[in-house]
């Protein structure tokens, strides 16, 4: 077997790539850019057999493949940087009953247990040096196995927070202008009072968790009930038409609700305006007008709606992202 030195400088540049890009994923607001491809890329393989089947189940799947994919590709760069380490020298590991050094296979055996820190004493590291190598590839697979558990448990929490959100919005109405009629006060003058007090600190909450693990924006939901991203586009339509078309008053929490919801927006990197071909039409308010509910002049209303364009384009190419279309969630014109 040929002596390669080389390759304890290209195992060790793997190691630092893959520190770093654990460190931002996890510990950090952010995350790797090798975590980032990778989940772009398994989102974008369920997204397309969604499309080529018509079936929702693949999008369920989303939560788990991707922190599958990662902890694969976080574990495969580990195992790859201390198995060229070790192969850089001939002798770096010697087989326990002979002290005959080992070859590739035996190599990558002892690196895949030294990293799972069990241990075996069919090989042994050759000299202090190789010890001490040793010692740091148990260290760091322990490490990493450390990360991977905190990692698992805090998504976990911030999923269930997302799916409780996303059903309490579904639980308002089917539609926004079916929530504003349901939570319109009359006597009071006051729309979605009631409403917005219900759903506001979850909904702050859930903003700054997609700050803080950008990997949750890739989640989808498998039906209407659970798709956050639909609750989102309907709560925030929702929000639209009780600003800028329902001549009533409106409650403090509808300024932070939106506000929340833009948070949100700001965090989505991925998704870009120009996938949209149209921008959403102005929804129908035939059924707030046969609830006698107070609306502004179609000529101010429309004027509010144009300058709400490109907000209203990033929602549909939010939606749109995830398997629906704008038709299926907003009631447009001539259309209750």
């Avoid at 919801?261 to 707030?288: G, N, W």
Wanted: some cysteine.
């Amino acid at each position: 077997m040929l002596e390669a030195p080389l390759l304890v400088p290209i195992g060790i540049a793997i190691l630092i790539v893959l520190a770093i890009d654990l460190f931002r994923t996890v510990a950090q607001s952010s995350e790797g850019r090798l975590a980032r491809i990778t989940q772009a890329s398994v989102q974008k393989i369920l997204i397309f057999l969604y499309k080529i089947t018509g079936r929702r189940a693949f999008l369920s799947w989303t939560s788990s493949m991707l922190i599958l994919g990662l902890l694969t590709m976080w574990i495969a760069l580990l195992y790859l940087g201390w198995f060229l380490i070790y192969l850089s020298s001939d002798e770096s590991i010697l087989r326990g009953k002979d002290e005959v050094p080992a070859t590739v296979a035996e190599k990558l055996y002892f690196t895949g247990f030294s990293i799972s820190t069990l241990g075996v004493g069919d090989y042994i590291p050759n000299g202090a040096v190789w010890q001490m190598v040793t010692v740091l590839c148990s260290v760091s697979g322990f490490f990493l196995l450390t990360f991977i558990i905190s990692f698992i448990v805090s998504v976990i929490e911030k999923q269930a927070l997302r799916r409780r959100l996303a059903l309490h919005i579904h639980y308002l109405g089917e539609s926004p202008q079916a929530i504003i009629t349901k939570y319109w006060q009359p006597h009071e003058n006051v729309v979605l009072d009631h409403a917005l007090d219900s759903i506001l600190d979850d909904l702050i909450e859930f903003a700054q968790q997609q700050l803080d693990q950008p990997i949750l924006n890739r989640f989808h939901g498998p039906s209407k009930g659970r798709s956050i991203e639909r609750a989102l586009v309907v709560i925030d339509e929702t929000l639209t038409m009780a600003i800028f078309a329902v001549d009533s008053d409106l409650p403090p929490a509808s300024v932070q609700a939106q506000q929340a919801i833009t948070d949100y927006l700001d965090s989505l990197q991925e998704i870009k305006i120009a996938d949209v071909a149209t921008a959403p039409p102005i929804p129908d308010f035939t059924p707030l007008r046969e609830a006698d509910i107070p609306l502004y002049d179609d000529d101010v209303i429309q004027s509010h709606y144009e300058r709400l364009t490109a907000r209203r384009e990033k929602l549909q190419a939010l939606i749109q992202s995830t398997g629906w279309t704008w038709h299926e969630i907003i009631i447009r014109r001539g259309e209750a």
